[in-house]
């Protein structure tokens, strides 16, 4: 039997203090709200009873954050898709900010095991004077418990991935089990087995000297980190900054991302860093 399961949160200013309320349909909901940084930042995590995913298991999350709200969106775990005998397992996330608001969309790792078919995919709708940083890191199987994504035995998996920002950027892929020229090729993952995606986003234009600063700092970050060699930063866009790296685990990953959201949440918001209680634990 599949799961269907739909979350919709909607943060809103109450005074000076951020709330949201929430309605859930099916395994996937929030815990209560947080403000470990005072009432203007709303943490929240995102919890699935289940688990993870398999195939034909859906998953939708509906967000809109109200002019000035503050939201902090993190998980307790990984989210799990797992093998499936043919039907595909699908996660949607659109979120959309309205002028002023602020979103971290920061969950733990992805993980994609050998079979699965799979898609994740976010939207970020931003409105004039809207920030965001968000991230994703996918991992491909279990390669330490000896369940590698491209196994021959258990070649037909694959996993699409869709970040989009409309109008500013969008990346859009797939990775298949059997496909050994993006797997190991130097111009792809180049035998890794972990991709992790950051960026901070905004709905007007940055000025280049904001824009260059966040650079700066990322690539200072990325110039001190065992993962230097497979790390990069640019600007495709000037309402959007984007981080890049390859790991063949994924907490060296993570931690560089984590070292450029302290980083950047200083730059860009004049905030110190307040990780999620979860990531403590």
Same mark, same amino acid.
């Given at each position: 039997?599949?799961?269907?399961?739909?979350?919709?949160?909607?943060?809103?200013?109450?005074?000076?203090?951020?709330?949201?309320?929430?309605?859930?349909?099916?395994?996937?909901?929030?815990?209560?709200?947080?403000?470990?940084?005072?009432?203007?930042?709303?943490?929240?995590?995102?919890?699935?009873?289940?688990?993870?995913?398999?195939?034909?298991?859906?998953?939708?999350?509906?967000m !809109?954050?109200?002019?000035?709200?503050?939201?902090?969106?993190?998980?307790?775990?990984? #989210?799990?898709?797992?093998?499936?005998?043919?039907?595909?397992?699908?996660?949607?996330?659109?979120?959309?900010?309205?002028?002023? @608001?602020?979103?971290?969309?920061?969950?733990?790792?992805?993980?994609?095991?050998?079979? !699965?078919?799979?898609?994740?995919?976010?939207?970020?709708?931003?409105?004039?004077?809207?920030?965001?940083m968000?991230?994703?890191?996918? @991992?491909?199987?279990?390669?330490?418990?000896?369940?590698?994504?491209?196994?021959?035995?258990?070649?037909?998996?694959?996993?699409?991935?869709?970040?989009?920002?409309?109008?500013?950027?969008?990346?859009?892929?797939?990775?298949?089990?059997?496909?050994?020229?993006?797997?190991?090729?130097?111009?792809?993952? @180049?035998g890794?087995?972990?991709?992790? #995606?950051?960026?901070?986003? !905004?709905?007007?234009?940055? #000025?280049?000297?904001?824009?260059e600063?966040?650079?700066?700092?990322?690539?200072?970050?990325?110039?001190?980190?065992?993962?230097? @060699?497979?790390?990069?930063?640019?600007?495709?866009?000037?309402?959007?900054?984007?981080?890049?790296?390859?790991?063949?685990?994924?907490?060296?990953?993570?931690?560089?991302?984590?070292?450029?959201?302290a980083?950047w949440?200083?730059?860009?918001?004049?905030?110190?860093?307040?990780?999620?209680?979860?990531?403590?634990?």
């Amino acid at each position: 039997m599949s799961w269907h399961g739909h979350l919709h949160l909607d943060y809103k200013l109450d005074g000076a203090r951020t709330i949201a309320h929430d309605r859930h349909d099916g395994p996937l909901r929030v815990l209560q709200r947080l403000y470990p940084e005072g009432d203007g930042i709303c943490h929240h995590v995102l919890v699935h009873p289940p688990g993870g995913l398999v195939g034909g298991d859906v998953l939708d999350i509906d967000m !809109c954050l109200q002019a000035g709200s503050h939201a902090v969106i993190t998980t307790p775990g990984a #989210t799990r898709f797992y093998k499936s005998t043919g039907a595909e397992a699908v996660q949607s996330l659109l979120a959309r900010l309205a002028p002023g @608001a602020r979103l971290e969309w920061l969950p733990l790792e992805t993980l994609a095991y050998r079979a !699965c078919v799979a898609t994740n995919r976010m939207r970020f709708e931003l409105a004039p004077d809207a920030e965001m940083m968000g991230w994703d890191v996918l @991992a491909l199987g279990l390669p330490a418990a000896g369940e590698d994504f491209d196994d021959p035995m258990h070649g037909q998996g694959r996993f699409t991935q869709e970040i989009e920002l409309p109008g500013i950027w969008l990346e859009r892929g797939t990775v298949a089990a059997t496909d050994q020229r993006l797997l190991d090729s130097p111009l792809g993952w @180049a035998g890794h087995r972990v991709m992790a #995606t950051m960026w901070l986003a !905004c709905g007007s234009p940055m #000025t280049r000297e904001r824009k260059e600063a966040l650079l700066d700092e990322a690539r200072a970050v990325q110039a001190a980190s065992p993962l230097a @060699a497979t790390a990069g930063s640019t600007s495709p866009h000037d309402e959007v900054v984007i981080l890049r790296v390859l790991a063949n685990r994924v907490e060296p990953a993570m931690q560089l991302l984590t070292q450029v959201w302290a980083r950047w949440r200083q730059t860009a918001w004049q905030l110190p860093p307040c990780p999620p209680r979860v990531w403590r634990t």
